[in-house]
């Protein structure tokens, strides 16, 4: 049984189709990337996984369940622009994140919350911000801040992390770093991540599963009529992996094919 089945899902809102006949399973441990025009409900799509709004017609069962109608630990997002809680340092921003998920009253005490710090203080590293752990996130510059919700994000280990063009406005370098950081966290975490990207290339690199929404059906004197579907589904090959179409073949093989 895949981990994520979506059946024939559409979503509108009044007149306006934004998503129409999707159908996808996606197995656990997929890193699927997205891309797709501007506005062709590629959001839409991942708060529609997140369980934020109730799809207009079709189903999402995860694990085999119907998706539950609000969201829950099991699903973590990271929206395109920051949302960390401004009258916190960073620490403590990574440190209700952890209570959150330690914690159903959201206070973690003694010997329990020192281990909190030390993970949170470990995640802020991780991000590159150890040293910014005291100031408060209205202090931090716009990366830094994405950079704090993405560890407030990790640090909760959803098993289904659901990113919205996550890295877009972060400095190359920085980039190239939190590339590194999602790509360890989703291998040792066994993580499911849904990603959106407008960057092809970021997709390629990070997915093992690109897809591309877009609309095949166009009605020219009601543009609203029709929505996005997804229009390729890629199997990627992970770095050191033969791509699917060699995998049958034994590396000699794979390598002469290769340079073929
Ligand atoms: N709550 C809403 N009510 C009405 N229309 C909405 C709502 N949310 C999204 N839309 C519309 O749905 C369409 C898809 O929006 P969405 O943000 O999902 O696209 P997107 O592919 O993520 O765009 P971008 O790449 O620019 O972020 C847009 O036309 C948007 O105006």
Redesign the pocket.
């Known amino acids: 049984m895949a981990y994520i089945e979506i059946d024939n899902v559409a979503k509108r ?2 007149a ?1 189709e ?1 998503l129409e006949r999707l159908s996808l399973t996606v197995d656990e441990r997929a890193f699927v990337t997205i891309v ?1 025009a ?8 991942l708060r529609l996984l997140l369980g934020a709004e109730p799809p207009s017609a079709g189903e999402i069962r995860l694990g085999g369940e119907p998706l539950p109608a609000e969201p829950d630990a099991r699903r973590g997002i990271v929206f ?1 622009r920051y949302s960390v809680f401004p009258h916190l340092t960073a620490l403590g921003n990574v440190l209700l994140a952890i209570e959150l998920r330690e914690s159903r009253l959201g206070r973690l005490f003694g010997a329990s919350r020192r281990r909190a710090v030390a993970e949170g203080q470990a995640m802020l590293e991780r991000v590159g911000l150890g040293h910014a752990r005291d100031q408060y996130a209205t202090a931090l510059s716009g990366g830094m801040q994405q950079r704090l919700s993405i560890a407030q994000s990790l640090v909760r280990r959803p098993p289904l992390m659901l990113l919205d ?1 996550p890295f877009g406005a972060l400095d190359p370098g920085i980039r190239k770093d939190m590339h590194a950081l999602i790509l360890e966290l989703w291998e040792n975490e066994g993580l499911t991540i849904f990603m ?1 990207t ?1 960057d092809l290339e970021e997709g390629f690199h990070l997915g093992t599963r690109l897809l591309v ?1 877009d609309k095949v059906r166009h009605d020219p004197q009601a543009p609203e009529r029709y929505g996005a579907t997804i229009t390729y589904d890629l199997p990627v090959a992970r770095r050191g992996e033969p791509p699917p179409e060699l995998a049958g073949l034994d590396p000699t093989q794979q390598e002469a094919l290769r340079h073929a």
């Open positions: 809102y009044g306006t934004v797709g501007s506005g062709c409900g590629k959001s839409t799509f395109q063009e959106v407008h929404f």
